[in-house]
């Protein structure tokens, strides 16, 4: 791959995630996230793979996530960084994302959300 390919994939992958469709399919979020995944939330709570399926599975159907400024950047071999800001009805967070290539593909291992004013 090259560092340009490897980055617009991360992307158009940090943006499915967003999706409704995808965040209702255990096993596409199960494939898109690392064993050893962590989120740390825009409402402080830490989050797991396990406990991120089940979150995921369980949130209302009508409130979609809008991403906006989404940008990404490659921070060594394998590892891509993407940067964003989320808005879900009156919630806005800036969010941090770093994403590994594993022989099955790209998976996220760490997320971060910080709210907006």
């Given at each position: 791959m090259t560092p340009g390919?490897?980055?617009?994939e991360v992307l158009a992958l940090e943006r499915e995630?967003?999706?409704v469709e995808c965040r209702r399919s255990s096993a596409r979020v199960l494939a898109l996230l690392a064993e050893d995944f962590?989120?740390?939330g825009a409402?402080?709570?830490v989050w797991n793979v396990a406990s991120t399926v089940e979150s995921l599975r369980n949130e209302p159907i009508d409130e979609g996530i809008e991403v906006h400024n989404l940008t990404g950047r490659i921070?060594?071999?394998?590892?891509?960084?993407?940067q964003w800001d989320s808005v879900r009805g009156r919630?806005?967070?800036r969010r941090t994302?770093?994403?590994r290539r594993t022989p099955i593909g790209?998976?996220?291992v760490h997320h971060q959300g910080t709210p907006l004013p």
């Open positions: 390919t490897d980055v617009g995630l967003q999706t962590v989120e740390i409402s402080g709570s921070i060594d071999d394998g590892y891509v960084l993407t919630r806005r967070a994302s770093l994403w790209w998976q996220l």
